[in-house]
């Protein structure tokens, strides 16, 4: 999560048909229209499962982070499988294609460098028994220059991507796969469908998504997070151009000190039109996670921001699937 650029007017895609070939992310737990979690930091089964008991729905998914400086991080983070083992709930990682160290590059991915590596990733989530309720967001965000696999060389990313995918799933077939931008033009690669892998290594097409750059504060913020080139819409399009199910894997407040002047602080419109985006996707949409981080950068965490906290809960209710008669 950093810095998003809103890109200029809408030009909008034709939206194509719907995604079918992915098996949908259960959604029961919450009992919302579409899958629905969230991130904390802490990153334990309590802290997640105490955030569904104060939003009155449980999560369906868990965003985490597992470590990325070492490749024993990205092999097999057993803390998180040992905390998330036999929860109904749907893992999501968030995965470095390699670790954060000088020495490795996405050009040597790109090559099959790292191969090995995530052939013992598939091999220890198999042995854990997890892979088919895990997804693997896969180097998200590349489209920025923040992160050590920008993509400043597309095909260096398609070629990184399609290796990881090959070797993970040649020993774990059932993993599904997450490749997430960052909403805006990207300041490593301004258009980041230059770096699609193609359709055969990609289950979810994802978008993150925080209230700034400009902040929805008003109908024209929201248009320009919405409805410009690179938005939301712009990627729900792409996502069922692609016959992929869409996710929105981090979305938030802004309230920190981060992006100022240009974030939307306690903002409880930016909640309600989030919801109103995930309404009008609900028949493609892989799942949303709200991102409920203390830190002060960011201050996202809904029990510091007491508007939009109240809108969300809000939202979720109406959210919920009604009752049978």
């Known amino acids: 999560m950093v810095l998003l650029i809103a890109g200029p007017l809408a030009i909008g895609l034709l939206a194509g048909p719907a995604a079918a070939a992915t098996p949908a992310i259960p959604k029961e737990?919450?009992?919302?229209?579409?899958?629905?979690?969230?991130?904390?930091?802490?990153?334990?089964?309590?802290?997640?499962?105490?955030?569904?008991v104060w939003r009155k729905a449980k999560?369906?998914?868990?965003?985490?982070?597992?470590?990325?400086?070492?490749?024993?991080?990205?092999?097999?983070?057993s803390w998180l499988y040992e905390d998330w083992k036999g929860s109904a709930q749907t893992l999501v990682l968030s995965l470095a294609p390699f670790p954060d160290q000088p020495k490795y590059s996405l050009a040597a991915c790109a090559k099959g460098a790292y191969d090995?590596?995530?052939?013992?990733?598939?091999?220890e989530i198999r042995k854990v028994r997890m892979a088919?309720?895990?997804?693997?967001?896969?180097?998200?965000?590349?489209?920025?220059?923040?992160?050590?696999?920008?993509?400043?060389?597309?095909?260096?990313?398609?070629?990184?991507?399609r290796h990881v995918y090959r070797a993970a799933e040649s020993k774990a077939p059932r993993l599904r796969w997450d490749w997430t931008v960052n909403r805006g033009d990207g300041d490593a690669l301004v258009d980041a469908r230059e770096a699609w892998p193609g359709k055969k290594y990609v289950d979810i097409v994802g978008i993150d998504?925080?209230?700034?750059?400009?902040?929805?504060?008003?109908?024209?913020?929201?248009?320009?997070?919405?409805?410009?080139?690179y938005g939301l819409k712009f990627w729900a399009d792409f996502?069922?151009?692609?016959?992929?199910?869409?996710?929105?894997?981090?979305?938030?407040?802004?309230?920190?000190?981060?992006?100022?002047?240009?974030?939307g602080g306690d903002n409880p419109y930016y909640i309600r039109k989030m919801f109103w985006f995930f309404g009008r996707q609900q028949d493609n949409l892989a799942y949303e996670a709200y991102f409920n981080d203390e830190d002060p950068a960011h201050l996202s965490a809904l029990s510091l921001n007491p508007k939009g906290a109240a809108e969300y809960r809000r939202q979720i209710v109406k959210a919920r699937v009604p009752p049978k008669k």
């Open 239 to 263: 996502a069922r151009s692609k016959g992929k199910k869409l996710s929105v894997p981090e979305w938030g407040l802004m309230a920190g000190t981060s992006w100022a002047g240009h974030n």
């Open 132 to 161: 088919k309720r895990t997804v693997v967001r896969l180097g998200w965000e590349f489209n920025g220059s923040w992160v050590p696999w920008a993509a400043y060389d597309p095909d260096d990313f398609v070629q990184c991507w």
């Open 116 to 123: 090995r590596h995530w052939r013992r990733f598939g091999t």
């Open 59 to 77: 999560n369906d998914v868990a965003l985490t982070f597992p470590g990325r400086s070492t490749w024993a991080e990205i092999e097999n983070p």
């Open 209 to 229: 998504s925080y209230d700034g750059w400009p902040p929805a504060v008003d109908a024209e913020g929201w248009d320009a997070q919405y409805a410009a080139v």
């Open 29 to 52: 737990r919450s009992g919302l229209r579409w899958a629905s979690g969230t991130f904390n930091p802490e990153q334990s089964r309590s802290v997640y499962n105490a955030f569904g």
